[in-house]
């Protein structure tokens, strides 16, 4: 069963630092997705990307936040200057068409900003 | 925006009983509504959605049932089993892309 990806499962920085976390969505899906879980606390949902563009996203993804799709299977979140308050698990999804088709998860990046 | 509150945080049964989760919303425009399930250091896993033109789903021993009136909806296991032990999320979706989720659900199946 066809499955998204993520990379790393676990990366530490330091704090001012700049981070890539990496996604290969579902091969035949369209739009992507990018949330965060704090330890403990409820999913959150960042941003939203179809046809090479944003296409929603939350007060939380401030202009430290970035994503692109730089192929034709990638797709990646940019924190320029890491803070400890981005530490957090980011979590990639992806769907294929509809509104209300299934968003599919990745495993997650733990993301440790020291 | 959407506000989806879900309870309660920890339930806790034993192994064979049923287990239900509730979760309400609060933008009546919300039309698709995701229970995932969250093993520890894994993603969120869809395990039922319903969406807001029918009232209940089943999948063998998971059901969903939707009140768009009162805009709340439930999830219930039955003959539930060790390896439901998990954390529960309920969504709903706002707009087209946004999911917006609930606190979670820590279940806790005794043998």
């Known amino acids: 069963e066809p499955e998204v990806t993520q990379t790393p499962s676990h990366q530490v920085t330091q704090m001012g630092q700049e981070v890539i976390l990496r996604c290969v969505p579902i091969?035949?899906?369209?739009?992507f997705y990018w949330y965060r879980q704090i330890l403990g606390q409820k999913v959150e949902f960042l941003v939203s990307?179809?046809?090479?563009?944003?296409?929603?996203k939350s007060e939380i993804f401030d202009d430290q936040f970035s994503v692109e799709r730089p192929d034709g299977s990638n797709f990646t979140l940019k924190i320029r200057s890491t803070k400890l308050e981005d530490s957090a698990m980011y979590f990639c999804?992806?769907?294929?068409?509809?509104?209300?088709?299934?968003?599919?998860f990745g495993p997650g990046t733990r993301l440790t900003v020291l | 925006g959407e506000n989806v509150e879900q309870h309660p945080s920890t339930l806790s049964v034993q192994e064979g009983d049923s287990a239900v989760i509730k979760c309400t919303y609060s933008?009546?425009?919300?039309?698709?509504f995701p229970w995932y399930k969250q093993e520890l250091g894994k993603g969120p896993q869809l395990i039922i959605d319903?969406?807001?033109?029918?009232g209940e789903k089943k999948d063998q021993r998971i059901a969903v049932t939707l009140n768009k009136t009162a805009k709340h909806f439930s999830l219930h296991i039955t003959e539930t089993q060790p390896e439901d032990s998990a954390v529960y999320f309920c969504a709903a979706l706002r707009g087209a892309q946004k999911l917006v989720f609930g606190q979670g659900t820590r279940l806790t199946i005794n043998p």
């Open positions: 319903i969406r807001s033109n029918v």
């Open positions: 933008d009546s425009a919300s039309n698709y």
């Open positions: 990307f179809y046809n090479n563009e944003i296409s929603e």
């Open positions: 999804a992806s769907k294929s068409g509809g509104a209300t088709d299934t968003q599919y």
């Open positions: 091969s035949n899906h369209l739009y």
